[in-house]
Structures are given as C-alpha cells and as structure tokens.
C-alpha cells in the first residue's frame, strides 16, 4: 500500500527538464588576482536562454545559481592539496504581482529587481566576485589549479525528494566546471 501511495505520488509530480538541451551556463572574464591581500576570483555568468528560465520563474520557481570555487596547491607525487575554498547560492525568483523579478546577490545588503529578466541577469550575475581566503595561503613558487563549479536548480525542491527520485535531475542548465593553473 505504501509503495502504490509512493508512486502514485511520484507519478503526480511535474517532471523536471533541463531548459536548453545543449545549453550550459556561461563563464565568462575568469580573473584570479590579489584584493586588499585576499584570494579573489572575479567571473560573470550568463545564461544562454531566457525564454524557459522565464517560464519556470512564473510557475512559481524559485532558482539559485550555485558557484563553488576551490584553490588546490598541485603535487606531482602525491594528491593536490586544497588551499582555499568558498561557494554562495544567489536566488532568483518572481513576484508575481509586481510582476517583476527579484535576484538575491550574497554580500548585497538589498536584492535586485527588475521588469527585464536579461537585463536584471546581466547586471546582477555579469559581474560576481568570491574571496577564497588570505593570499599569503599561497606558497611562491609553486603550481595551482582554481576550480570553478557552476549550476543552476530549483531551490525549494524537498530534501528527501531529491534522495527518493534520485534518477531525476533537478537542475535547469548542464552543471559546467572550469579549471585554471597558474603558478605562484
């Protein structure tokens, strides 16, 4: 009985898609430098189409673009060491009767809103910055890999629905990560 109740709730829920069947999201102008004696990774992030993220903001959806970045000090002999790490999670959702859109930045006292979805993106996510921790982590002299990870899902999927319906994927774009090495 329990497992007939199970499916039949399983059956019941809307499928989740991935938005562009070949669409990633887009990293865009990766800066790795030294601000005020931090390890700062500068990036933008763009969207390749609008028009479904659209239409699952005005079902109701709320969205957050998930970016984690990692310092790892490479080694030739034995595994790579991680240096530094951080991530955030800025939500994206609608509301419906201003009709507008409301983009959450981490760091940003106010959240940004917007009637022109790109536009709003462009602004908020065109140009995004992460401090992994103090520069004098790094070692001179040796060779680093900074590894980017970016995605986009629906934020307010169910914990245990994500574990039940593990086949199923929750994101809205193809997860991308990005590798960068350079030496200290």
């Known amino acids: 009985m329990a ?3 199970l499916l039949a ?3 019941a829920l809307p499928a989740p898609r991935a938005l562009a069947a070949d669409g990633a999201l887009d990293l865009r102008n990766l800066i790795l430098d030294n601000q005020a004696g931090d ?16 239409e699952e903001l005005a079902a109701g959806t709320t969205v957050g673009l998930k970016c984690r970045a990692v310092v790892y000090r ?6 790579d060491t991680n240096v530094a790490e951080t991530s955030f999670v800025s939500p994206l959702r609608k509301d419906a009767l201003a009709n ?22 462009a602004k908020g996510w065109g140009a995004l910055a992460l401090d992994l921790g103090p520069w004098e982590s790094l070692l001179p002299g ?22 039940v319906v593990f086949f199923l994927s929750f994101d809205l774009y193809s997860p991308v990560s990005y590798e960068l090495d350079f030496n200290y």
């Open 3 to 5: 497992l007939a109740l």
């Open 39 to 54: 390890i700062t990774v500068r990036f933008g992030v763009g969207v390749p189409e609008l028009h479904g993220l659209e």
């Open 142 to 163: 040796h060779q680093y890999r900074l590894r980017m990870e970016i995605s986009m899902d629906r934020l307010e999927v169910p914990v245990w629905m994500r574990y």
């Open 74 to 79: 490479h080694k030739s002999l034995w595994t």
């Open 9 to 11: 709730l399983l059956a």
């Open 100 to 121: 507008d859109y409301i983009l959450e930045i981490p760091g940003e006292p106010r959240p940004l809103r917007g009637k022109d979805l790109g536009a709003l993106l």
